[in-house]
């Protein structure tokens, strides 16, 4: 009897966890896709304000060399990064719930 009760408590908490890697994994590509989808905006935006402030040759390079690719790939690199890093601390939150949640149940059973 106990031991079942633990082996079901365990199971689900597994179960728990897979759904919860597969949602974690479907907003993860979710945010990319958003992510790339407004750099791209972003991109074009700037690209068009570029070409508009392009009447002479000098304003022209000018107005590239300010807006360096590095600068926007390094913030990019930094909000993914922070995007990473609350995802992680979400999980391991939720990691600790869980087996907090399977002691519990462990020990309710034993009782």
């Given amino acids: 009897h106990f031991g079942s009760s633990v082996q079901r408590s365990l199971s689900l ?5 897979v759904s919860t890697f ?9 945010l990319v896709t ?11 935006a ?21 807006m360096s690719e590095q600068e926007i790939e390094q ?3 930094a909000e993914i990064s ?3 890093v609350r995802l992680m601390q979400a999980k391991r939150e939720q990691l600790a719930l869980q ?3 399977a002691k519990e149940n462990a020990t309710a059973a034993a009782s």
Avoid: K, N, Y
């Fill in 75 to 77: 913030e990019e690199a």
């Fill in 46 to 66: 700037e690209s068009s304000a570029l070409a508009a402030s392009c009447d002479g040759a000098e304003t022209c390079s000018q107005v590239t060399a300010a």
């Fill in 99 to 101: 087996i907090a949640q």
């Fill in 82 to 84: 922070a995007m990473e």
């Fill in 22 to 30: 597969q949602l974690t994994m479907a907003i993860m590509s979710r």
């Fill in 34 to 44: 958003a992510f790339i989808s407004l750099s791209a905006v972003a991109a074009g």
């Fill in 13 to 17: 908490s597994t179960h728990c966890l």
